[in-house]
């Protein structure tokens, strides 16, 4: 199968912008520094997961499904975008909060993407656990059989590593996406910096890179699990993705690079680095990161600068996929005296 073989809903605003970060490159007077904004993909704010959802959608349409659903963080920008795109192609959708991140303020349960959650009208249910994926998805399942049994047809776009990486595909286009941009602007990338979660977009953007032939490399923050856990889950998806594609064995142990340099405490959890970078990028740049994962990447990145491992002659994309919305249930962490 090549990607045109899988169904797709269309869903993201592209190509975004590729553009340079020259004011963020003075300061850190290192690499030079240019950003893919795929915060910019426009789904109800935008964020990389437009670019899965059009393969869990596609997927979900042609299997007649009426009722989509999904679990994650309170404040999980996928949640969001889900609700968004099953009220634009008509399918009612139940999306599941999970208790992942502790002692949080009341706006983080009310602001922010919980705010918009309730705009696109989806259904709410509550998930008492918040580290096992699989008891996450199995609370899902059940949600299914409910919906079944009132007569619905569900679709599940799963968490844990049980499933297909459906939503890599939206990144193997991606790669695509960020060569040709390349190429076009004459820029020479050196490396890509990304955020690693579930890690399919990581995984979908190295896929990508490898089936045109690229070797360049591809360095995830880790946004949830230390390096160790996350090199062996990136490795098991990128497996998985390139053999959806019919290219099994493409991706090598040498192509998996992770850092988990700025994620603790831990998932969700501000760390000086990441409000560091979150007002870097605002003041310099005038650009908005998010305290979850485009903040942390930019952090990642600025760690690795200062410790040598990305080197100061080299050309670093940044790719920013997203998150904006959840800054709004972090106010009183990134603004302590403003309220
Ligand atoms: C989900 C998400 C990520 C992480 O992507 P994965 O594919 O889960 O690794 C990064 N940034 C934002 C804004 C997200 O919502």
């Known amino acids: 199968m090549t990607l045109a073989d899988f169904p797709r809903a269309r869903l993201a605003h592209t190509p975004t912008p590729f553009e340079p970060l020259p004011n963020i490159t003075r300061q850190l007077g290192g690499p030079r520094v240019l950003i893919k904004r795929d915060d910019c993909t426009g789904l109800a704010m935008g964020g990389n997961k437009a670019r899965h959802l059009e393969f869990y959608f ?70 008492p656990g918040g580290k096992d994926e699989q008891a996450a998805d199995t609370a899902l399942e059940d949600l299914a059989d409910r919906v079944r049994a009132d007569g619905g047809k569900p679709y599940i776009i799963h968490l844990s590593q049980q499933h297909p990486p459906i939503g890599a595909l939206g990144y193997v286009d991606a790669a695509r996406e960020i060569l040709e941009q390349a190429a076009q602007t004459g820029t020479e990338i050196d490396l890509v910096v ?28 880790c946004v949830r699990r230390d390096q160790k856990q996350q090199a062996e889950r990136v490795l098991r998806r990128a497996d998985e993705t390139a053999e959806l594609l019919g290219k099994p064995g493409i991706i090598k142990s040498d192509d998996v690079w992770v850092s988990d340099c700025v994620l603790a405490p831990g998932y969700g959890q501000v ?6 970078a979150i007002l870097l990028a605002a003041r310099s740049e005038g650009l908005l990161l998010d305290p979850v994962y485009s903040g942390k990447t930019l952090a990642g990145l600025i760690s690795l600068t200062r410790d040598g491992t990305i080197k100061p002659d080299w050309n670093v994309l940044f790719v920013h996929t997203g998150g904006i919305p959840a800054l709004f249930g972090y106010q009183s962490l990134l603004a302590p005296n403003s309220s």
Do not use: W
């Open 58 to 127: 596609g997927e979900a349409i042609a299997k007649n499904a009426d009722t989509v659903l999904i679990t994650g963080a309170v404040q999980s920008n996928f949640l969001r975008m889900t609700a968004a795109a099953a009220a634009k192609l008509g399918l009612r959708c139940e999306i599941q909060y999970e208790d992942r991140v502790s002692n949080m303020k009341a706006e983080y349960h009310s602001s922010g993407n919980v705010l918009l959650n309730h705009l696109f009208g989806c259904k709410i249910h509550t998930f």
């Open 194 to 221: 990304i955020p690693s979660g579930s890690a399919l977009t990581h995984v979908g953007t190295l896929v990508g890179l490898r089936l045109l032939g690229s070797t360049l490399p591809v360095l995830g923050i």
């Open 271 to 276: 760390n000086e680095q990441t409000t560091e």
